[in-house]
């Protein structure tokens, strides 16, 4: 059973404008609100591709509630740890030609709540995966992944990583399964500008050197790649008009585990549902409806780099 873990979930309000301007009324339209945060979107598309997942995470307020209610409603079952704070609450603008993030920074997790994440994650029989996503909340310091990777290492849980923390290079030391940074948190984390194939395929082996097993690369409209010790593959990406950017990232891992955990010899297949799933959701509000993926994925090409 695959576990998604999401420590700073949020609802995402997407909204559209005409216009932003300062010390004006500016209406907005196309409200959707969703229950959201990495690893949850994670488990939602994953579900979309017939594939079972569980939740945990941190939840409070009404907003928690909700992000908890509104996933069990959608058929998703979920472990809470329950907090005294608030859930966030996230929104997404986009103005007819940018769009503009306004991320809050999460609710506070104290000690009690760390600990009881933790027992959970320890007794959790059926873990076989715990895929991990997104940033830390109030009160977690990145040494809570240490805690974390002990205890999945006791059970022999494989771990995937989609984090944006710096603590990303030192987790590598142990061997996480799967990692899936962006090119711009390459060069952030580790220093290496990839402008060329061959930076790429050297900052793949870097990675890969370092304790990575697997490491899927997006790099955006430059498209993806992949790298399992033995083999480079890259794929190229489907062409959208920008709407929200905000689950593309989660959907395109998701998208990619739902074919690849089942059969890791099936990359290309896994790399074209990646891609056109991304695409579909990068031009829609939150996660979107996934209608285009079959069209997309027919336009997405797969070569083996090495």
Known sequence: MIYTLTMNPAIDMNICSNELEAKKVNRTFDAVYTPNGKGLNVSFVLGHFGVASKIMGFFGGFSGKYIVEASEEKGFEVAPVWIDDTTRINVFLNDGSAEYKLVNEGSF?????????????????????????????????PDFYDRVFEICQKKDVDVILDISSEKLADLLK??????????????????????????????????HTKGAQNILLTMGEKGAYFYNEKNVYASTSQPVKLLSSACAGDSALA?????????????????KLSAATGANVAESNAIGTLEKVKEYKENIQVRKVK
């Open 109 to 141: 997790i104290n000690e009690q709540n760390k600990m009881e994440l933790l027992d959970m994650i320890e007794k959790a029989e059926d873990m076989d995966y715990l895929s991990i996503s997104g940033s830390l909340p109030q009160g977690i310091m």
């Open 174 to 207: 142990y061997k996480p399964l799967l990692i899936k940074p962006n090119d711009e948190e390459v060069a952030d984390i580790f220093g290496l500008e990839m402008k060329t194939e061959k930076d790429i395929l050297e900052a793949l082996s870097l990675l």
């Open 255 to 271: 998208a990619f585990l739902s074919v690849w955990l089942e059969n890791r010899k099936n990359v290309e297949e896994a790399m």
